[in-house]
């Protein structure tokens, strides 16, 4: 079946499988390439899932706990290219990142209109393990040239979902499922599609001025309802990271031959900040090798401030050598980027 690979926290969180004969660390990680056409037009979604169903169901059916399921298919052929599955924790958000580069979580190699660091998902904490323990993440496009589109073709740069949820990106499929209920995936392909929640869509930035603490109505008694929110993520660094004076920290980058002071306003800290050496990143330290063109997304969910490292080569670490992809962070906390950029972060309150 290809390659299986258990990347490990504190306890296992992603379990990844790999189809399609992609190898890490064994290829040049290009360039984003656009594409100037393709050889047939993109299949229905409904055909899609149902033609990849026998490959991925067993490994999604045998998960007995709260989780999210990221399966990718060739837009084009057909073909399930890639599984992850993210399971979710107590007190401790989990992130898988979607991309062409092979240090990705799900690392998709066949089409070049994928960026090398595409898409990071964030699986908020739950409050149990218990069955029906509901399990809601973000999408955050990472500032690429064409973020994703829903199954709508409407163009997006984040969702906050709540329940299935299904997006196009790059030239895949990507099927968001949540996991833990063996119910979720019968024998029938057919009956499997039948069962996956009708999505309906919340825009939050325009109809709702009160941002992420709006509420959202439940479905009525007998039918299911997966509910998904556009957000911004990440701003284009032009946007500005600090609105009407509003700043509410300083994030401090030394590198190896200077140190810069970013300042940072709740907007921005919601939004997502990344951090690397390439233009679409808002704190660049270019002369730094070891860091990744796009190495960390910092970001405030809730109450709670993350660095996520954004599948970098070299990664990030705590000042005691401790590496991590996902840390939170308050004032006065250092991390190191690679193996030469220390960041600091000091909040204002």
Not at 136 to 141: A, E, G, H, M, N
Not at 201 to 211: A, K, M, N, Q, V
Not at 220 to 234: D, F, K, L, Q
Not at 313 to 338: K, M, P, Q, Y
């Amino acid at each position: 079946m290809g390659a299986l690979w258990e990347l490990m926290h504190s306890k296992k969180t992603v379990n990844i499988e790999l189809w399609g004969g992609q190898a890490r660390g064994q290829g040049p990680n290009r360039p984003t390439c656009r594409a100037s056409a393709q050889l047939r037009a993109p299949r229905g979604l409904g055909e899609l899932f149902t033609g990849a169903y026998a490959k991925f169901v067993d490994a999604c059916r045998e998960v007995d706990e709260p989780g999210l399921a990221i399966v990718a298919i060739d837009e084009v052929t057909g073909r399930a290219a890639g599984l992850v599955r993210l399971r979710a924790r107590i007190a401790r958000h989990v992130t898988a990142i979607v991309g062409r580069h092979d240090a990705c979580d799900l690392f998709l190699d066949v089409r070049d209109q994928l960026a090398l660091r595409h898409l990071a998902v964030i699986v908020d904490p739950v409050r149990s393990w218990e069955p029906g323990a509901v399990c809601t993440y973000r999408i955050l496009d990472l500032r690429t040239e064409d973020g994703f589109v829903d199954e709508r073709g409407r163009g997006l740069r984040g969702v906050r979902c709540e329940g299935a949820a299904v997006l196009r990106c790059g030239g895949y499929a990507l099927f968001m499922l949540p996991l833990g209920d063996p119910t979720d995936w019968p024998a029938s392909a057919a009956d499997a599609w039948a069962c996956v929640p009708e999505r309906i869509y919340f825009d939050e930035i325009t109809h709702f001025s009160r941002g992420s603490s709006v509420h959202i109505p439940r479905a009525p008694a007998g039918r299911r309802w997966s509910r998904i929110t556009s957000v911004r993520g990440p701003r284009d660094p032009s946007a500005g990271l600090v609105t009407n004076g509003d700043v509410v920290g300083t994030l401090e980058l030394r590198g190896p031959r200077r140190c810069q002071t970013i300042q940072l306003g709740q907007a921005a800290l919601r939004d997502g900040v990344l951090l690397g050496r390439y233009d679409r990143c808002d704190g660049r330290v270019t002369e730094d090798e070891s860091l990744s063109r796009v190495h960390a997304l910092l970001i405030q969910i809730d109450q709670t401030l993350l660095v996520i490292d954004t599948a970098s080569t070299n990664g990030t670490s705590r000042l005691d050598g401790s590496a991590a992809r996902v840390i939170e962070i308050g004032h006065g906390t250092e991390l190191l980027f690679g193996t030469e950029t220390c960041m600091r972060w000091r909040g204002l309150s």
